[in-house]
């Protein structure tokens, strides 16, 4: 048992949005597999992080005197390689793996999912999101702050697998400055540099369609709504 304060967390992650954590909260770790030939170490903990506050846009906006149960493992699974698994108030779950030939980026594949039970196996990052409320502009900044060191999303050294599939179902959603309501956003990368967003709203509907290299769009997007 233990306290696990933000400016500790800061010091294990280095990214801008680690910023975004504040306070400290008790909690409670177990460390099996060490020693024995056949097993793989497996540290686990357990929090309800009372006292530690979350900067985060909805669904994971908390104040430092609310209670979220945590569960976080993190084992080594042979050919699969190091996998975290993070449960947070049973409603939202991610599982991020760094592989033995794994790039700069520490985890090379992930998934995060809220309200869902969704896995992503393949490189990068899914997100699989159900919640009533979702900012879509507010997490975009706080995806780039997770995903470099500069606070600017590149293929470069960062902690996070860039994000490769993403599934939005929301009653009040933003994107692009827009509030809409009954939003249903999917994003994907369809082929090594095309991409294709589609959104349906009580306010609009329509595709979007782009070229991206080395994290730059290539001419103009593509885009069609009706």
């Not at 306070?23 to 793989?40: F, I, K, M, P």
């Not at 493992?73 to 939202?92: F, H, K, N, P």
Request: charged share 25%; hydrophobic share 40%.
């Amino acid at each position: 048992t233990g306290q696990l304060s933000a400016d500790a967390l800061r010091t294990l992650i280095d990214a801008p949005g680690m910023q975004r954590f504040a306070g400290e909260a008790a909690y409670t770790a177990r460390l099996t597999g060490v020693g024995q030939s056949e097993a793989n170490p497996t540290l686990s903990i357990t929090s309800d992080l009372e006292g530690m506050a979350l900067d985060f846009p909805a669904p994971l906006a908390k104040a430092a005197k609310d209670r979220w149960p945590l569960r976080a493992v993190w084992a080594y699974r042979g050919q699969t390689g190091r996998v975290l698994e993070v449960a947070l108030r049973d409603s939202m779950r991610a599982r991020l793996v760094r592989h033995s030939d794994a790039g700069a980026r520490y985890f090379d594949s992930g998934s995060v999912a809220v309200g869902r039970d969704t896995t992503w196996d393949e490189p990068g990052m899914g997100l699989d999101i159900a919640h009533p409320v979702f900012d879509g502009d507010a997490w975009d900044r706080v995806v780039k702050e997770f995903t470099s060191d500069s606070g600017t999303d590149t293929e470069g050294e960062g902690v996070f697998p860039r994000v490769r599939s993403m599934r939005v179902q929301t009653e009040q959603g933003r994107l692009m400055g827009m509030p809409l309501t009954h939003l249903t956003y999917t994003i994907r990368q369809t082929d090594a540099t095309e991409w294709r967003a589609d959104i349906a709203a009580t306010e609009t509907a329509g595709t979007l369609t782009w070229t991206e290299e080395n994290n730059v769009i290539q001419g103009p997007v593509q885009a069609v709504f009706h």
